[in-house]
């Protein structure tokens, strides 16, 4: 079983920026590939980022490209997402996801499936003003 906690959502202006948290607990000295999705009222939840376990390989949704980051410290088991020139169409509740630690190694092409994942945070909402 991992626990996924994450923080760091609150209310921005547009063109502001966040640096949401995600930190992740389980089976002993694993450290876990880990990705980012969103969901706004009313939509599905979409990939955002994913990072591989040893932070060498990153993807991104298109949206997404040039304004947010996603690192890792290892150390401490916790991924963060750097988000900037952030935008309305940025709001969402943000969740952290984790594939199952035996699962298949991360590739541009399953980076941003659903169902690659299978744990899940509880969501840090973020909210962007116009």
């Known amino acids: 079983q991992v626990q996924l906690v994450e923080s760091g959502g609150g209310l921005v202006r547009g063109g502001g920026s966040l640096r949401l948290t995600c930190a992740a607990s389980?089976?002993?000295?694993?450290?876990?590939?880990m990705g980012w999705f969103r969901q706004a009222p009313g939509k599905e939840r979409e990939f955002v980022a994913a990072i591989s376990w040893s932070g060498r390989d990153t993807y991104y949704a298109d949206s997404v490209k040039g304004r947010f980051t996603i690192f890792r410290e290892n150390a401490k088991n916790t991924v963060y997402l750097q988000m900037n020139s952030l935008e309305p169409e940025d709001t969402g509740v943000y969740y952290c996801?984790?594939?199952?630690?035996?699962?298949?190694?991360?590739?541009?092409?399953?980076?941003?499936?659903?169902?690659?994942?299978?744990?899940w945070g509880q969501g840090t909402q973020v909210t962007v003003s116009s």
């Open positions: 996801a984790v594939p199952h630690p035996d699962g298949p190694a991360l590739t541009p092409g399953i980076a941003g499936s659903l169902t690659l994942y299978e744990y």
């Open positions: 389980g089976r002993a000295g694993t450290i876990y590939t």
